[in-house]
């Protein structure tokens, strides 16, 4: 998972697009869709409340960086509407649980690697073993 959105539970359509720039629309920003020297493909100018998404970017990819700018934005209660607030709040939800799993899959992926390795380690101590019997034999 590149990118550790909220990709198991969100539909990627230019109706849920729409939906997030209300959103952002209610908290006064603007969205761009220009070219730039961004790496992670937005720009988010907080002092003008600009976002500048790259306007190569398709529907999940542009789903994806407003979702990154989302979680970086101070959002008092009384923005939104009550309609927008909820639809927040749930894509918060998604957000919090999407990360949740990436990082129960990093933990099982990290204990595997340590089995690895602690394997590893024990068949080379073995193999050593074996070798130093059959030298003491010989």
Known sequence: ??????????????????????????????????????????????????????????????????????????IEEDQLSEKSDAFYQSLMKQQLAAEEAENQEKEEATKEDVNDIEKQETEGTEKQEVEDVEKQEV
């Open 1 to 74: 998972m590149e990118n550790l959105r909220i990709d198991t539970m969100i539909k990627y359509t230019k109706h849920t697009l729409k939906k997030i720039e209300e959103l952002f629309s209610e908290l006064e920003y603007s969205i761009i869709y220009g070219k730039g020297n961004f790496s992670s493909g937005f720009c988010l100018v907080e002092s003008q409340k600009k976002a500048v998404i790259n306007r190569f970017f398709e529907t999940e990819a542009r789903i994806n960086s407003l979702l990154e700018i989302l979680t970086r934005l101070k």
